[in-house]
Structures are given as structure tokens and as C-alpha cells.
């Protein structure tokens, strides 16, 4: 299994407990229903077959996570120790069945298990289990469900922070070089006080915009204990994913096409289209930004509040004690990170920059960290331990490096001294 692969698995570990880790407010009763209704529900599991999770698997991750101290990389997968070996049903015998169940929506299992074997889709000898059969075409979605009504009910968080409710709304056409962009508005709300932790205007709605919207609403207002998004693709990233869960941060999604979840913020976005872009009479982004944090924080922040009967502001800061702050160090969760193997000639290549790596690391697989906005500044890690900055490559000084007998590093010719340290081999 790749690193990639083990973050989106403790990512999603992470998902399950992580109301068991604010027991405060759970009893026993609680916590044994909470344990219940995950362990009956169906989950659509990274890098596994299986769509349901056992009561003592779920504590075991509990367990795991508060042992470590709330290290992420505690919910890693362990290696199999049956890799390699043949699996209960064989990839070609699996897209057989995925290709027959789609032709065949409406067959029940024991018949599609007949006409598995009626049509030879499965090799000689082999029999088919209908409980297997049942549990892959239920981890991939292929089982009919009813369309029985939902039970849909009006909620509110119990504490400021507990919840952030966010999306992204088409704003006006603005000025850019000369052309006329199309803007688009990054919003946060707080669930409890319906505060806005941070709202500001861009001319993408991509994940690069969305995470400096994000860091923004944390340094302002803290950490949220759970953020709940749509499904859109920046919402739907990786880094997203990873960056909530190593702040502690449940990443909760609404389920497709219903928008009902997210009421509070599609009603915020309602107020920004019809009392503040009415009123709005610039034409560059920066205006624009400038005039909504002006009426975020002279009206609708001071404005009761027509659920709550409060004003956002003072909702919000009557509860400050349960407030998380976020870390010193928060930029280092919103780095990028890629995989890269270090060359024979010490190089890596990152965004069409070529940088040199600590000898020792030759030939192995590394993780390189850095902000796309800054992407001379390149921290390395190994088996989860820094090795510091990268440094570019200079051409011209590797032409003047020689080793001794040692295989200590050497420069020759002048100026060698002015281009600082190079990395040496121990």
C-alpha cells in the first residue's frame, strides 16, 4: 500500500471516531449508541472490499489515536500478512460481476450468482458465495436500495465551533488586466451563532483558493471540531482531507443532490445576493473584498439574528472557553506534498525545479513538502523524519565538487566558500 493510499485510510478512520474523542459529553448509554448505529450502517471503505466495521475495530482505532497523542499516522494500515495470496474473488471474476450487475440491476444475488456460472464468467471449480457476492456488490454500490422517504429534521450545534458549514457562490463580473472575470465567494458559517469565521471573493473556486479561504477562517476563529462541505472537487481533494484530519478536524460531506444539509450557509448566500451585492459599487476584486468585510463586520455580525434572536458576534463569543485555537505552525498543514524518489545524482525534480538530496537518501522513496505559492522552500521526510530543506541544484558549483579517498566532498577553484555547505556524506 503507497503512502498516498495510508493517508486516505487513516483520513477516513478518523472520520469514525472521531466523535468518540470528545467523550465529555457522551455517557455510556451515548457512546454505546453512537457504537451501534456506525457498526449497522454501510460505509464505502478506502482501499477495501468490505462496507461494514466491527464494535471492537472502531474502539481499537479509539484506542490507538488517544495512545499516540492525536497522531494521524497512529490510523495508518498495518502491511497484510495474506499479500499476495489469492483473494475470495479474482479481478477478472470481480469485473464480470460488476459488467453483470449493471446489465441486470433488478436480479436478486442467488440469480446473478446463476448466471454468473450459467454464462462461464467464473473459472472451473469455483462456487461462488452468495454472502461474498453480497458484501462486494454492496462495497461498490450496485445494490438496489428502496426509495423509502427521508427523515429529514432541523439541527443546530450545541457550541460555537462545533460545526462549519461552507460553500462557494457565483459572484459578479469584475475587472482583471483589462477583461471583466467571473468572481466567485468562499464562505464559512459557524453552525451555533451563524457567524461568518471568514467570506472573501476570488476568481476561482479551485482548491488553491478554497484551502487560503480555510487557513484564514481558522487563524480568525479557531478550529472547528467537524466541517461540513458538498462534494465539489475541491471539497473532494486529498489535501483537504488530510490537512482536517492532522488539525483534528472531522471533514463531513452532504450527501448528492441534497442541499437541505447545508441550509444555514445557502441562506447566507441568499443574504449576500440580496443585501450586499445591491449595495456594492466598485469593480476589482479588491474592492469588492474590502466593502464585504466592512458589512461582515459593521452589519451582519452586529445584526440579530432571525433563528437565534442574537447577534452572530455575541452568540459565538458567549461560549469562548470551548474554543480551539489553531497551532503556531498552522502553514505547515497546508502544505502540498508529493512523492518523489531520490536519483542516483542526489536530484529531485519538484514543480520543474531541480533540488539536491542528502546522500543518504539515495535510490529512496521521499516525501516532499512546500507551499505552491513559495516553491523554492522544500522540506524532505523519510519514514516520517524531517531531513530539512532542499537546496537547488548550482550547475556550476557540481562541476567544481570532487571527493578524497574518504568520499568526503570537496570544491576546488574560487568562490567555492561563498556557496555555503553542500550536503555531506556520512
Known sequence: MTEEQKQRVAVFRFGIIHEFLDAVRLDHGEQEELLRRKCARSWDIPSSSRSSIGRSTILRWVHQYKASGGKLESLYPHERNDQGKTRALDEETSLALVECRRKMPELTVPALIHIMHDQKLVPAGISLNPSTVYRFLHGH??????????????????????????????????????????????????????????????????????????????????????LYTDNGSAFRSRQLEYTAAALGIALVHARPYTPQGKGKIERFNKTVQTQFLPCFKGDTLKEINEAFDLWLSGDYHVRSHSATQQTPFKRFTARMECLRSAPENLMDYFRKRIQRRVNKDRSVVMERRLFEAPVELIGKKVEILYHEESPEQVEIRYQEKSWGLLRQVDLHVNSRVKRDKNSQIEISGEGACETGQLWEKS
Open 141 to 226: 454500490n450496485l445494490m438496489i436500495r428502496e426509495n423509502n422517504p427521508v427523515d429529514r429534521r432541523k439541527f443546530e450545534a450545541e457550541l460555537p465551533n462545533d460545526l462549519w458549514q461552507c460553500d462557494a457562490m457565483h459572484g459578479p463580473r469584475l475587472m482583471s488586466d483589462g477583461k471583466k472575470r467571473k468572481s466567485y465567494m468562499i464562505a464559512f458559517i459557524d453552525d451555533h451563532s451563524r457567524l461568518i469565521p471568514h467570506g472573501q471573493f476570488y476568481f476561482s473556486e479551485g482548491l488553491s483558493c478554497f484551502m487560503d479561504a480555510f487557513r484564514q477562517a481558522l487563524l480568525k476563529r479557531g478550529l472547528p471540531r467537524k
